[in-house]
């Protein structure tokens, strides 16, 4: 895994744009960032507008779990987003939104931004939020979410965006968590041609809960859907009713910008919770360096803003620094799988950043629906989310880069902010799928079983931070506890990320995934514990045990093994996987729906009663007789029962 299979010199056509120009001009910036951090970062936070200047650049303890950066600093995310740029660049477009229909794509300018975002900020005060105050945002991606949040950070209220793909349930609990005032949504939601109904969903999230004051409901579709008087308004009238400016709010560097909920191994998800000027300074001098943005470049991540990566990568960081950035709403094989070479056609987008999973399904329908477009104008290809499998790398550097476009496989979390691992345009050979260097200021080691850190080059470990950087999340909304215990705590003074790694004899990191119960699908972040709870609420369960296999197009699948109760009856499995599925769909979304479901007599568990997931994994890819050592288990019988439900399921 460490060595490349075959090594891609920089092309003279990237380095001939690139900022950086060899591993060497990397290295002495690299430097510079980890030997006086400080100094490097206080020259960076110049790149944004400050309001008032801050007095100290860093102050963190990663043992305390205590970081902040730029104290004293005073800024507002939606400035430095929009009305820094309305002299230099007012009518450039600011957001091209590509429509689940082609033909119905649409330029907003910085000057239209600007206006929209204002009158939105001065609904969000008319019906009382207020610096602080909790805005959960629940819209699909259409113009709307870029105003809606950028109105949050205007006025000092904190967005908690749920991607529109989640149940009733899931926001119902983000909201609680929150404690959230507001709800902004959309009448439906439009992707691949379907319309998702998903005023329909808050109706179910919001019912009876005092919290929430006030719907806001975006009209995306001429439907009609109910409104509950006194609670419900109609975000276009609204809008019609206030003024087109609105100042923004002076913020603190520390003051919360967003709260993001993401699993982890244990319990319900997390809201972490990122501030204002470090995450600012860090989204806009990653945006720049990893995708080798320049002025006039079109670009489009093609993610939804529901994940992190929309957040910092479709809004935050490319707006920061200025740049023409695509939301784009459908799927990747709507009309046709040559929809995203369709777009970069229409468009002339030279930077395209996707998810691994998106370039497996488009691989696979055959590069016939590559062909027939110009894509030309790409400079940069980027992959997130989860490891690139090698056949996927070569599909997207060959078939659609033409082998004159580079690869940046960027890796990072929902807690990091931004990008920590990377490789950037004009310094690194390319290694189909390593994540190779850290960027400036991040600084990873790679621990053993015991916490050691390894030092010889090459290693193979548990992926950490040594020091913080300007983007990581601070806290756990409400539970500060619980973000030291999670990251802080295994291995102290260090920031434990949660997923294994290797460092080649360059010193090339390649991420090879989850070390904890977390799995990854179609890269997004799912906690197996999660599923199962959900599992297990279902009145046919007594117990199930969930793991990850490899998965074609997902990248991971999801196995469910569920034990029946004694007096479930005798239900068909085609009955208990419809019923798993239906459950984990309400509980949670679709998204997390097992692939498959497997009726078993026992799961393998230790004489403590831990399941061993160990044995269930190789089971799921069939490797039966590498099952190591079972003689821990209370009842080793029970695993040739497994095995046997397993053959017959294929
Ligand atoms: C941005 C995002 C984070 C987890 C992370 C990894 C995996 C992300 C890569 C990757 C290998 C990559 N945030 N991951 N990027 N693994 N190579 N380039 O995905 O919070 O949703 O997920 O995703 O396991 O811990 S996330």
């Known amino acids: 895994m460490s060595e490349a299979s075959r090594i891609y010199p920089v092309q003279d056509r990237i380095r001939s744009q690139s900022y950086l120009k060899s591993r060497a001009d990397y290295q002495a910036m690299y430097q510079k960032s980890v030997s006086n951090p400080d100094e490097f970062w206080r020259e960076q936070a110049m790149r944004i507008s400050w309001f008032h200047p801050f007095d100290r650049v860093s102050d963190w303890d990663l043992a305390q779990a205590s970081v902040r950066w730029f104290e004293g600093g005073k800024l507002n995310v939606s400035y430095n987003c929009i009305d ?56 699909p991606m259409i113009p709307e979410l870029a105003y809606t949040m950028l109105a949050c950070a205007r006025i000092g209220a904190i967005h908690s965006i749920v991607f529109a793909g989640f149940s009733a349930d899931a926001i119902r609990d983000r909201i609680i968590d929150s404690q959230a005032s507001m709800v902004v949504t959309a009448n439906e939601g439009l992707r691949g041609g379907k319309r998702i109904a998903l005023k329909t969903v808050v109706d179910k999230a919001v019912d009876g809960l005092d919290v929430v004051k006030t719907v806001l409901v975006a009209k995306h579709t001429e439907t009609e859907v109910n409104m509950v008087t006194g609670r419900d308004f109609d975000m276009a009238e609204e809008k019609a009713r206030q003024r087109p400016t609105c100042p923004p709010e002076w913020m603190d560097a520390e003051d919360p910008l967003f709260i993001l909920y993401t699993s982890g191994s244990t319990g319900k998800p997390k809201g972490l919770m990122h501030t204002t000027g470090g995450y600012l300074v860090y989204a806009s001098l990653t945006h720049q360096y990893v995708f080798d943005v320049h002025p006039g470049d079109i670009y489009c991540c093609a993610a939804d803003i529901g994940w992190v990566t929309g957040h910092t990568y479709i809004i935050y960081g490319p707006l920061t620094n200025g740049t023409t950035t695509i939301m784009f709403e459908s799927v990747p094989t709507y009309p046709h799988a040559g929809r995203y070479w369709d777009m970069v056609q229409r468009h002339k987008v030279n930077i395209f950043y996707t998810a691994p999973t998106a370039i497996r399904a488009i691989a696979r329908e055959g590069n016939q629906w590559v062909a027939p477009y110009d894509l030309s104008s790409l400079r940069i290809l980027g992959t997130v989310g989860e490891p690139i499998n090698p056949e996927a790398w070569e599909w997207y550097y060959q078939v659609v880069g033409k082998s004159q476009c580079t690869i940046v496989d960027t890796w990072w979390q929902t807690e990091t902010g931004g990008i920590l691992i990377t490789p950037l345009p004009g310094v690194n050979d390319l290694k189909p799928g390593a994540a190779t260097l850290p960027f400036f200021g991040v600084q990873p080691c790679v621990v053993d079983q015991d916490g050691q850190e390894i030092t010889t080059t090459e290693a193979k ?61 179609s890269g997004h972040r799912l906690g197996t514990a999660e599923i199962e709870s959900s599992i297990n609420a279902h009145e046919w369960i007594a117990e199930s045990a969930v793991i990850g296999y490899p998965h074609e197009i997902k990248g991971t699948g999801i196995l469910a093994f569920v034990i029946l109760n004694a007096d479930a009856g005798s239900p068909s499995d085609a009955d208990v996987s419809n019923a798993v599925r239906g459950q984990v769909s309400s509980d949670i979304g679709k998204i997390a729906r097992p692939d498959m479901v497997l009726v078993c007599p026992g799961l393998p568990k230790t004489r403590s009663g831990k399941i061993m997931r160990r044995i269930l994994r190789k089971i799921s890819i069939g490797a039966y007789d590498d099952l190591g050592n079972v003689t821990t288990l209370a009842d080793p019988s029970v695993v040739d029962q497994i095995i046997q439900v397993h053959k017959n399921h294929k």
């Open 84 to 139: 820094r740029h309305l002299e230099s660049r007012g009518d450039q477009t600011a957001i091209i939104f590509e429509a689940d229909e082609p033909e119905h794509a649409r330029h907003i300018s910085y000057r239209e931004l600007h206006a929209e975002v204002c009158r939105v900020a001065n609904v969000l005060k008319s019906f009382g939020v207020k610096k602080g105050d909790r805005v959960c945002i629940y819209l």
């Open 461 to 521: 470990g548990y992926l950490c931070m040594k020091a913080a950087w300007p983007g990581m999340a601070r806290t756990v909304y409400g539970d500060h506890e619980r973000f030291k215990q999670t990251y802080f705590s295994q291995y102290p003074g260090l920031y434990f990320t949660g997923d294994g790694c290797t460092r080649d004899r360059d010193g090339d990191y390649w991420i090879t995934g989850r070390v904890d119960d977390v799995i990854n699908v």
